[in-house]
């Protein structure tokens, strides 16, 4: 049985900081990419940072200089460290093993965390 679950989240000021975790169970978390979305109601999630089992990462351009994706593939976690935190990134934050090619295998399906909220205000 594949889980994520997600942890970290809460409520935090302008110009504060949180980091996000994800642990992983059931999957190939070593070979695997990873990656963080956040969904605002109303509107589609969107991507915020990837992580390949090799360590790259990309981000999206308006959490770039701000947050950072890393992972432990031992304790098979990746983390979101978001840095300078602002309203406009309030929102709940997905954990998710996108369906891909890795390392020679094919994964055919998208699994996702169920969200933790990040919620920036004063």
């Known amino acids: 049985q594949v889980q994520l679950v997600e942890s970290g989240g809460g409520l935090v000021q302008p110009g504060g900081a949180l980091t996000l975790s994800c642990t992983a169970s059931g999957i190939r978390f070593e070979v695997s990419d990873m990656a963080w979305y956040r969904q605002v109601t109303g509107n589609e999630r969107e991507l915020v940072a990837r992580?390949?089992?090799?360590?790259?990462?990309i981000y999206a351009d308006s959490v770039k200089g701000r947050f950072n994706i890393s992972r432990d593939n031992a304790k098979s976690t990746v983390y979101l460290q978001m840095n300078d935190l602002q309203p406009e990134d309030t929102a709940v934050y997905y954990c998710?093993?996108?369906?891909?090619?890795?390392?020679?295998?094919?994964?055919?399906?998208?699994?996702w965390g169920q969200g933790t909220q990040v919620t920036v205000s004063s």
């Open positions: 998710k093993r996108p369906k891909g090619y890795y390392a020679g295998i094919t994964f055919a399906l998208d699994y």
């Open positions: 992580i390949t089992g090799g360590g790259s990462p």
